[in-house]
């Protein structure tokens, strides 16, 4: 649609429905309207404190479940675990490495009787 004031359609001043704001910017660029907006100043902070991890996919769908059983978000569910096992922990993170027979989670380091 070209940018000509006298031709565009006007914006609703409210949509019904989701689907018909949708259907509205579907088929009209915001572009056309430049001449109703208005200019904001924004700050976006780009250096995120997030850190992400690989997780094995049916490990991510247990925690799903488990975090839609408590009424949680999946990232807020396992940064509480997270935090508790730590809290539980008061082991230095190299610890595994200092005892006289490794922890049963480390690969290839079964207990035998």
């Not at 997030?50 to 049916?58: G, V």
């Not at 190299?94 to 027979?101: D, F, G, I, V």
Request: negative net charge; charged residues 30%.
């Amino acid at each position: 649609m070209p940018n000509n004031p006298s031709r565009q359609d006007p914006i609703p001043d409210n949509f019904s429905s989701l689907e018909e704001f949708w259907q509205f910017w579907d088929t009209h660029s915001s572009a056309d309207y430049e001449d109703l907006m208005t200019t904001v100043d924004v700050e976006i902070d780009l250096l995120s404190s997030k850190a992400y991890c690989a997780i094995s996919r049916d490990i991510l769908d247990r925690v799903r479940t488990r975090a839609r059983q408590q009424g949680v978000s999946v990232e807020t569910l396992v940064n509480l675990w997270l935090q508790q096992k730590l809290a539980e922990s008061r082991e230095p993170r190299s610890a595994y490495a200092l005892r006289e027979e490794p922890p049963e989670y480390v690969a290839g380091t079964e207990r035998t009787a």
